[in-house]
């Protein structure tokens, strides 16, 4: 058995920190509020983000790495943006969400980068200290997949979704730990997708 396969969810688990930590770095997708005009949320999750000197509208629809203060809420958690700036997604949930079908977890990154998957079936916030900010609840934290992103540049799982009624209408939510071969690791955006007939 790989080590560093063995290790990674362990060394997640005690990167976090405890929710008195204030300043956080994390990636996700800046989405407006449709119904709350000029107020800003990270995509698939439930967490606000707010700037006295970030123009956050110039963000909306992209891929960003972050820095701010974090208000220290598991519940209801707003960040306080103090930098911003574009990256690439480095994680998605894919297929459609149609019952019946399949359902896929995809990292993209360099070819050798090791990676874990993980679902959950509520967003969170968990600080994870330099890997950044677990954006998935823990209760149940499921890990879907491990492995080495591919020499085209990614690793990609898929499941079938239970051909089930009952499953309409439920998020899957996800997100990944890339270690990166360049030295260091990352948490990456999060991703979701709503199950549907």
Known sequence: MNLRFALAPLVLA???VSAQAQQVSFRGKVEDMPAQPGR????????ELTSSVVKLNAFVGQQVELSGA????SSAPVVDVATMAATNKLFEVGGGGKIGTDLSFKVTSQPGDFTV???ALDA???PAHR???????????????????????TLEVKGSIPNDPALDGLVIYGQAFVSFTAGGADLSNPDCVTLHS
């Open 117 to 119: 998957m993980f679902a």
């Open 14 to 16: 005690a990167a976090a």
């Open 40 to 47: 800003f949320v990270v995509g698939c999750t439930d967490t």
């Open 131 to 153: 890997a950044g900010v677990l954006l998935l609840s823990v209760s149940p934290l499921l890990t879907v997949a491990s492995g080495f992103v591919a020499p085209d540049g």
């Open 70 to 73: 974090w208000n220290g809420s």
């Open 124 to 126: 969170g916030f968990m």
